[in-house]
Nanobody, 123 residues
Framework: EVQVVESGGGLVQAGGSLRLSCAAS????????IGWFRQAPGKEREGVSC????????YYADSVKGRFTISSDKAKNTVYLQMNSLKPEDTAVYYC????????????????WGQGTQVTVSS
């Protein structure tokens, strides 16, 4: 059974940092793309950052480029999202998602989703 479980959310002041973790199981880690998505109140869910299978290429939304970094630890089957210089507009529920084959960071390409973790950035 494919599972992804997020952790690491919390409350942080603007300018601070958080690291989210996505622990994956039930599939061959190298064969799957894994992405981070977020949904703020009243807004649609958006792709924040994804790491793709094969060459391990990455995608970042323009709003997080230079502040967020996605990485993977194959030994732990875990993908991380390091979030620095956080802004109040980063406040959202952050979701980890995985699937075999995605080439873009768009939610419709991902079948397996975690339950989400809340990130709140205070001003």
């Amino acid at each position: 059974e494919v599972q992804v479980v997020e952790s690491g959310g919390g409350l942080v002041q603007a300018g601070g940092s958080l690291r989210l973790s996505c622990a994956a199981s039930g599939f061959t880690f190298d064969d799957y793309a894994i992405g981070w998505f977020r949904q703020a109140p009243g807004k649609e869910r958006e792709g924040v950052s994804c790491i793709f299978s094969g060459d391990g290429s990455t995608y970042y939304a323009d709003s997080v480029k230079g502040r967020f970094t996605i990485s993977s630890d194959k030994a732990k089957n875990t993908v991380y999202l390091q979030m620095n210089s956080l802004k109040p507009e980063d406040t959202a529920v952050y979701y980890c998602a995985a699937d075999w084959g995605p080439t873009e960071c768009r939610e419709y390409e991902y079948e397996y989703w975690g339950q989400g973790t809340q990130v709140t950035v205070s001003s």
